[in-house]
Nanobody, 117 residues
């Protein structure tokens, strides 16, 4: 019954910004850390940002100081503010529980982020 729906992606020039949203259902927010993952063509899906239920955050080195993850527990919504975007950020972005969570929801369709030079 868990559903994860990502939105907010698009085409942007290098140096631009985007804000991604993830709407989660099925009570997945109640006890889980949440994270943003991305998958570029020909590469494996990897975690880029994570946030605990209490708001502690961690980031992959490649996005640190540029991306900010946040959550609205009342609305079961996850956000990713992306600033100073680079072409290497181009990927499909997904949300799900954190890397070490015992439960993983079904992967959604993700939202495409394309950064041009």
């Amino acid at each position: 019954q868990v559903q994860l729906v990502e939105s907010g992606g698009g085409l942007v020039q290098a140096g631009g910004s985007l804000r991604l949203s993830c709407a989660a259902s099925g009570s997945i927010f109640s006890i889980n850390a949440m994270g943003w993952y991305r998958q570029a063509p020909g590469k494996q899906r990897g975690l880029v940002a994570e946030i605990t239920t209490n708001g502690a955050t961690t980031y992959a080195d490649s996005v640190k100081d540029r991306f900010t993850i946040s959550r609205d527990n009342a609305r079961s919504t996850l956000y990713l503010q992306m600033n100073s975007l680079k072409p290497e950020d181009t990927a499909v972005y997904f949300c799900n529980t954190g890397r070490d969570s015992w439960y993983k929801g079904p992967w959604g369709q993700g939202t495409q982020v394309t950064v041009s030079s």
